[in-house]
């Protein structure tokens, strides 16, 4: 079964907003998550500069032996990246599935404020449904 490791959100500046793992085998700490949040922000806006091409947006896909990382960068600049096993397929839509929870149920939320961290139960509640819909999807294929 293809499996989603973890789940991250990072605002515009680079700041981890929102973290989730779903089981992976080596649980990451707070620090850990920060610092993999911080990298990749700084990877993914080094890779708009280098690009030989006008207009590139960043990293989207990044393959490695023991996983892949899918990323989705908003208009805004917010990015979602998932952390999954290799050769998952579909974690585009997925992505786009978690920036339209993130629309509707944190940013038109009264009290949140932008670029803080997220801390809102019903995005929470519909994200879990979201991703085991992902995972049985995965399953039925």
Same mark, same amino acid.
């Given at each position: 079964?293809?499996?989603?490791?973890?789940?991250?959100? %990072?605002?515009? *500046?680079?700041?981890?907003?929102?973290?989730?793992?779903?089981?992976?085998?080596?649980?990451?700490?707070?620090?850990?998550?920060?610092?993999?949040?911080?990298?990749?922000?700084?990877?993914?806006? %080094?890779?708009?500069?280098? *690009?030989?091409?006008?207009?590139?947006?960043?990293?989207?896909?990044?393959?490695?032996?023991?996983?892949?990382?899918?990323?989705?960068?908003?208009?805004?600049?917010?990015?979602?990246?998932?952390?999954?096993?290799?050769?998952?397929?579909?974690?585009?839509?997925?992505?786009?599935?978690?920036?339209?929870?993130?629309?509707?149920?944190?940013?038109?939320?009264?009290?949140?404020?932008?670029?803080?961290?997220? $801390?809102?139960?019903?995005?929470?509640?519909?994200?879990? $449904?979201?991703?085991?819909?992902?995972?049985?999807?995965?399953?039925?294929?």
């Amino acid at each position: 079964m293809a499996a989603i490791y973890s789940l991250y959100v %990072i605002n515009k *500046s680079g700041g981890l907003i929102f973290y989730k793992d779903y089981g992976s085998k080596g649980r990451m700490d707070t620090n850990d998550s920060l610092r993999v949040a911080s990298l990749w922000h700084s990877m993914h806006a %080094i890779s708009q500069q280098l *690009s030989p091409t006008t207009g590139c947006t960043g990293i989207e896909l990044l393959e490695a032996d023991t996983f892949d990382l899918h990323c989705f960068q908003s208009l805004t600049g917010t990015k979602f990246f998932v952390v999954c096993e290799p050769g998952t397929q579909n974690m585009e839509d997925l992505l786009k599935a978690v920036y339209e929870l993130y629309t509707d149920y944190v940013l038109k939320n009264p009290f949140y404020e932008m670029e803080m961290p997220i $801390r809102c139960e019903l995005f929470d509640i519909n994200l879990t $449904r979201a991703i085991q819909k992902d995972r049985v999807a995965l399953l039925g294929r």
